[in-house]
């Protein structure tokens, strides 16, 4: 029996890796049609893969043995429902999965970071070097799926990916975790390399300096920009907040207004992406506030350019709402203090899920049909005024996918955009603009007033049309292989576990503004509409079963559809509806 007086020695080589570099959706001028790459509409958003070398199938799921250690429960493709990492069976089964369903389908890969395992086994305390090795570790594995095996190693430095790739810091990809120093940094030039056929050549200087760049995953059409968040995060003590100039992530929103604004010169659109969202609660707040308060305004002023924004690292499925009537101005430009807490709230998933609700609770309800009669206009006109006009402008969205490792269970996460009228035929590269004095403290330009909405808003070339979730049953897999341990990688698969576009709960049509309005004012009413009501309310609810004499029980909180299965696909379903029901549907009188 392996006890914790032994600790193993693993064998930590380097592995020397492809020089493999992006692919855009064109690689020069087009002599054909047969040249011609097709868009399919889709991309992959994959986060928080979280690699141990150190996983034992059979250990201990308790927090003291991370898996490491002592017998127990750990499955051969992870531990579910735990806070243990990923084996290496589980990133190269998903890469597998990858590699068999998804690679001839999409256009491009989002990678929000955390691609090393956790320090979370103070006898095997982690090492820069296996940061390092992990990271490499998954872009060999996309070098597996997504090289292009005629081209490895070839003379033209941007033939050799099927489809771009964009990679983000995460918060457990430095050492120690949570603090990145100003830049240029070790990490900054470790990851220059590590990731050197992603980033842009022209943009390996802005990328050394804070580890934040963008590429042109559709030329002259579509950006994809990797910001480097653990500039904005709470927990990075390193850094303070954005409204100072000597500070990093003031340096950051400079560079990224530059590059927007000639984005919207250029008539392209940008995603953004990164690792720790801006979420903000009551009592979580990811972000310092001068932090949450320049993305929200950066988000507004260029709403005619943002299609949405991306992140991982909480491991929840979920999205939320920036509005923009809670700019302070004189945050942003230092002119006040922000109120700042001692540390950062540890908070539990269930409890931020709750004030999320809370707070969309004061959503202007979306009952109002567009084509609503004259005489109740006036109404009409006033919900649109709360919301920011008909194409819901006051507010932005934050797109938060759970994780690879198994908190819950493994997800994956495919998005689909609208490919009307976008020709990629065009060669014509997009470069960096780089910043000079002239560009500092300039207040960032909205739309022309004659701009139409942006995708973010307007249905549209490149907006988001919806995504389809996969998680893999660890719960089933792993019992699967206790049975018949022939062959595990055959009994392994990522499944459906909903798809937005043809999803009857959520009611998403696409995932404009809008739709994520009337899907938040739903989640959040506490007097759910008849159809968003579970059986078991319509039961209990006074109103439909008038002359059924009303029961002495605990008073309810409404449980609506929208609300429960919001809940239940933060946990990817892997919470049972019992447990649910007491965590959030139930007060005690």
């Not at 927990?235 to 992530?249: K, L």
């Not at 919301?387 to 934050?398: D, F, K, P, Q, V």
């Not at 909205?446 to 909405?453: A, D, I, N, V």
């Not at 499944?495 to 998403?508: C, K, Q, S, V």
Request: charged share 25%; proline share 5%.
């Amino acid at each position: 029996m392996i006890t914790k007086l032994l600790i193993p020695l693993f064998f930590w080589a380097l592995t020397s890796h492809c020089a493999v570099v992006q692919k855009p959706l064109t690689a020069g001028p087009v002599s054909s049609e047969l040249n011609t790459p097709k868009l399919r509409g889709r991309f992959l958003h994959i986060t928080d893969v979280h690699p141990d070398r150190f996983y034992s199938q059979g250990s201990s799921t308790d927090s003291d043995d991370a898996c490491h250690w002592g017998q127990g429960s750990a499955g051969v493709f992870g531990a579910e429902r735990t806070d243990c990492d990923s084996p290496i069976t589980l990133v190269n089964a998903t890469f597998q999965w990858i590699n068999d369903n998804l690679k001839d389908s999409i256009d491009f890969i989002v990678w929000t970071g955390d691609s090393a395992r956790h320090d979370n086994d103070e006898l095997i305390p982690r090492t820069e070097e296996q940061v390092i090795e992990l990271n490499e570790l998954l872009v060999t594995k996309f070098v597996e799926v997504f090289g292009k095996d005629d081209k490895i190693n070839d003379t033209d430095p941007t033939n050799d990916f099927t489809i771009p790739i964009v990679p983000n810091f995460g918060n457990n990809d430095i050492l120690p975790h949570n603090i990145f120093t100003q830049g240029p940094n070790r990490w900054t030039k470790a990851f220059s390399h590590v990731w050197r056929k992603f980033i842009p050549e022209e943009q390996r200087h802005s990328f050394e300096r804070g580890g934040w760049f963008f590429v042109e995953v559709i030329p002259n059409k579509l950006a994809v920009f990797s910001l480097n968040t653990l500039y904005f995060f709470n927990s990075n003590t390193a850094a303070d907040g954005c409204a100072d100039r000597s500070e990093p992530g003031y340096e950051q929103f400079e560079w990224l207004r530059v590059q927007l604004q000639f984005i919207r010169q250029r008539g392209m659109k940008a995603i953004l992406m990164g690792h720790v969202p801006p979420a903000r609660t009551a009592s979580k707040q990811s972000w310092d506030e001068t932090c949450w308060q320049k993305y929200t305004f950066w988000l507004q002023q260029y709403r005619d350019v943002i299609v949405g924004g991306l992140y991982g690292h909480m491991n929840i499925d979920h999205f939320m709402l920036q509005d923009s009537r809670q700019i302070d101005m004189k945050l942003i430009t230092g002119e006040v203090e922000p109120v700042r807490s001692d540390g950062v709230s540890m908070q539990s998933s269930a409890e931020y899920l709750t004030e999320l609700r809370i707070g969309w609770s004061g959503l202007p309800g979306n009952d109002i049909d567009l084509e609503m009669k004259k005489s109740r206009k006036s109404k009409h006109e006033r919900f649109l005024e709360k919301i920011g006009g008909e194409w819901g402008e006051r507010y932005s969205a934050t797109l938060v996918s759970a994780s690879v490792v198994p908190n819950y269970y493994p997800t994956l996460r495919v998005f689909e955009y609208n490919t009307t009228g976008v020709d990629i035929t065009a060669v014509t590269g997009l470069d960096e603009i780089e910043m000079s004095k002239k560009h500092r403290s300039v207040k960032p330009k909205p739309p022309s007033k004659s701009q139409p909405p942006g995708p973010a808003y307007s249905p549209q070339s490149l907006s988001l049309l919806g995504y389809t979730q996969y998680f893999a049953n660890l719960t089933r897999i792993n019992a699967a292989f206790a049975s018949d341990r022939t062959s595990p990688e055959s009994q392994f698969t990522y499944e459906l576990e909903y798809d937005t576009r043809n999803d009857t709960i959520y009611g998403l049509s696409d995932l404009t503004m809008r739709s994520y309005i009337d899907l938040a004012a739903r989640i959040g009413s506490y007097k759910p509409r008849n159809d968003d009501l579970s059986p078991q309310e319509l039961d209990d609810d006074p109103s439909v079963m008038k002359k059924k004499k009303k029961k002495h029980h605990n008073k309810r909180k409404a449980i609506n559809k929208a609300w429960f299965a919001f809940v239940n696909r933060a946990f990817v379903g892997a919470k049972d509806e019992e447990t649910l029901r007491d965590q959030f549907g139930f007060v005690e009188d």
